[in-house]
């Protein structure tokens, strides 16, 4: 069974900095691509930023240069490094990961979320 396990969420002021971490079970981590996704308050869900198995990352444009997501494979543990935080940055934000089990069978698990609150 796969479980996603968040942390590091908090209140910061604008112009400030978090580090959310994705601690991963139930798979052989290294083999699968991860996410990081957000959903504010009446707004629909949306991809932060994700990373390949080997390493290649994604942003959103929003966070470009701001943002920055990084795995460590030894810890099963994707990490999404947040910086120059916006109030528009406010969310609550998942972890993902998609995939099929060795029997074939897809899955789409998530984590239950950090709330992340940005003040101005």
């Known amino acids: 069974q796969v479980r996603l396990v968040e942390s590091g969420g908090g209140l910061v002021q604008a112009g400030g900095s978090l580090r959310l971490s994705c601690a991963a079970s139930g798979i052989i981590f290294s083999r699968f691509a991860m996410g990081w996704y957000r959903q504010a308050p009446g707004k629909q869900r949306e991809l932060v930023a994700d990373i390949t198995n080997t390493g290649v990352t994604n942003h959103a444009d929003s966070v470009k240069g701001r943002f920055t997501i990084s795995r460590d494979n030894a810890k099963n543990t994707v990490y999404l490094q947040m910086n120059n935080l916006k109030s528009e940055d406010t969310a609550l934000y998942y972890c993902?990961?998609?995939?099929?089990?060795?029997?074939?069978?897809?899955?789409?698990?998530w984590g239950q979320g950090t709330q992340v609150t940005v003040s101005s």
């Open positions: 993902n990961v998609k995939g099929s089990t060795i029997w074939g069978t897809p899955f789409d698990s």
